[in-house]
């Protein structure tokens, strides 16, 4: 098939590549002429385990273009991809969904389907296929279908292939039949990916309920973990227990310093804001975003009972980003902590071994504030990182920083003041360290 796609970020790449992957002609098609240059010599603009193998591997069927004209006019199937990033009151800006729209009306030759994957707020849908009926050639018929992605930064290319389900929303049966086939090689071996179709709206909430439903429980992990603090519990054994459970399982119950990334904080404001102005507030879902916000810069509330004064003192900071695999810093809980710390005076040592260019562009504004006194410097290994300083903070549990040897905190640090938001060393093997970690 010959499909476009809009947008070249986690989900339009990654999708992209997926489907050239099982056999269709792709156009990629994104506003950024030095990311499409990039693409066009074989090397991704983001971060993401194996993808770049999958480019080169299937360059045959794959194109990157900043011409969307040539790509949209007489595509079987657009696919849009781009960000929802969260206005200020929570909702979802939709802007750039409806940016593509345009271009698609503009140019559009043929009857087609447009598949909005990006993740929109229920009733979204509806609105993108009134917009194109009205604006769009008359003598073209478009179908618009609800298509969410259920990818994670790290694992997004085995997500997309491997997908623990593909779910499709269209209201009529052409449209549902062209995506049928598109999916087809994914529901066959070797991928064997469960494939639901339902309605429109049903998708759009399935993206947002579930997204949620995985916020809420970290979210409620992380209260048990601090109340496991304060009764002397281990919060490594309470999940334990409650994952031997077939109704709870295993995943998502790890405490630590909460959820980041591009999903899961916009997701949870956006569907509390719909559900808010529908006069259905979704309480678990308020709370969800208010643990979470606490609990981000708990390293740092333990650090000032610790230490009041953090003026001139040398503060160890071990991962960025917000999760191990991405170089991705969205809504990363590093960021609150270590502008706190800039806020007290302390002198900032830094390691990621992915994330540090993208993070001093995020942390520039910063310190170029007046009234700042604390530094930052940059290290790419974590011996220079710790070493003379007076408390080490871990914010991401990259294998690099889970299979450190813990005997050189001891070594290099001026004082062995380790506080683990990850847990990621076992209790047994701290001695020696002051370690402080999340529930244990």
Not at 108 to 123: A, F, H, M, Q, Y
Not at 245 to 259: E, M, Q, T, V
Not at 376 to 390: Q, S
Request: hydrophobic fraction near 35%.
């Amino acid at each position: 098939m010959k499909i476009a796609v809009a947008g070249t970020g986690y989900v339009g790449l990654v999708t992209g590549v997926a489907l050239a992957h099982i056999g269709h002609n792709v156009k990629c098609v994104d506003i950024d002429s030095k990311k499409i240059e990039l693409m066009k010599n074989g090397k991704s603009p983001i971060y993401e385990k194996d993808l770049e193998e999958l480019m080169l591997k299937n360059k045959e069927r794959l194109d990157y273009a900043t011409d969307y004209k040539d790509a949209y006019k007489n595509a079987e199937v657009i696919i849009i991809g781009v960000g929802t990033p969260e206005r200020v009151d929570g909702s979802a800006n939709l802007d750039y969904v409806y940016s593509v729209c345009e271009q698609i009306a503009e140019v559009l030759e043929n009857d087609c389907v447009v598949v909005v994957k990006s993740t929109v707020p229920i009733g979204t849908n509806d609105n993108v296929e009134k917009y194109l009926k009205e604006h769009v050639n008359k003598n073209v018929h478009i179908s618009v279908a609800s298509n969410p992605e259920f990818l994670s930064q790290g694992t997004a290319v085995r997500d997309t292939l491997y997908a623990s389900r593909i779910v499709i929303g269209t209201e009529d049966d052409k449209a549902k039949k062209i995506l049928t086939k598109m999916y087809e090689p994914l529901t066959k071996e070797p991928y064997n990916v469960p494939f639901l179709a339902t309605n429109r709206r049903s998708a759009e909430m399935i993206k947002y309920a579930s997204n949620d439903f995985l916020a809420l429980k970290i979210s409620y992990v992380n209260e048990i973990a601090n109340l496991c603090e304060k009764l002397g519990a281990n919060i490594e054994d309470v999940t334990k227990g409650m994952s031997l459970d077939s109704r709870i399982g295993n995943k998502f119950l790890n405490a630590g310093i909460g959820y980041g990334g591009s999903c899961f904080p916009k997701d949870t404001k956006a569907l509390h804001w719909l559900s808010v102005s529908e006069g259905v507030e979704l309480k678990t879902v308020k709370a969800c975003i208010e643990v979470n916000k606490i609990q981000k810069i708990k390293l740092y509330e333990k650090l000032r009972k610790d230490i009041p004064d953090l003026k001139g003192k040398t503060i160890a900071v071990l991962g960025l980003t917000f999760k191990p695999g991405t170089d991705d810093l969205r809504e990363a809980p590093s960021i609150d902590n270590v502008e706190l710390l800039l806020d007290a005076g302390a002198n900032i040592k830094a390691y990621d071994p992915v994330g540090i260019e993208n993070f001093k562009k995020k942390i520039a504004y910063k310190l170029e504030q007046d009234g700042i006194i604390g530094t930052i410097n940059y290290f790419d290994n974590i011996d220079d990182a710790i070493e003379n300083a007076d408390a080490t903070l871990i914010m991401t549990e990259w294998p690099e920083i889970k299979n450190y040897d813990i005997n050189k905190y001891i070594k290099l640090m001026k004082n062995p003041l380790i506080y683990d938001g990850r847990n990621c060393y076992s209790l047994n093997e701290t001695n020696g360290l002051i370690y402080k970690s999340i529930g244990r």
